[in-house]
Nanobody, 123 residues
Framework: QVRLVESGGGLVQAGRSLRLFCEAFGSIININSMGWYRQAPGKERELVASIISGGHTKYGDFVRGRIAISRDDAKNTVELQLDRLRPEDTAVYYC?????????????????WGQGTQVTVSS
């Protein structure tokens, strides 16, 4: 069983920064991609940023240089640096990984989600 634990969300004023942190636990053999998605009230979940093994990154169109993602494969962690936050960045941010993990019947590649961490940006 793979479990993702997120931290770092909170309430901040517009223009300030936050750093989100996610750690993956379980019988993980390897992690292909790690990333963050967000979902605001009444809106669909959207990609914030992702990073695959090897370091290639992908960012949502709204990012515009304000966000950076990084990962530590030795610790199975991924971090998201959010700068110059805006009220429209308010959302629940979810950690996501695609990983191969050891199961009872062998290894299985699957997608896993964290519980989400709330980011609220006040104007």
């Amino acid at each position: 069983q793979v479990r993702l634990v997120e931290s770092g969300g909170g309430l901040v004023q517009a223009g300030r920064s936050l750093r989100l942190f996610c750690e993956a636990f379980g019988s993980i053999i390897n992690i292909n991609s790690m990333g963050w998605y967000r979902q605001a009230p009444g809106k669909e979940r959207e990609l914030v940023a992702s990073i695959i093994s090897g370091g290639h990154t992908k960012y949502g169109d709204f990012v515009r240089g304000r966000i950076a993602i990084s990962r530590d494969d030795a610790k199975n962690t991924v971090e998201l640096q959010l700068d110059r936050l805006r009220p429209e960045d308010t959302a629940v941010y979810y950690c996501n990984i695609e990983a191969t993990a050891l199961q009872a019947t062998g290894s299985l590649r699957s997608e896993y989600w964290g519980q989400g961490t709330q980011v609220t940006v006040s104007s």
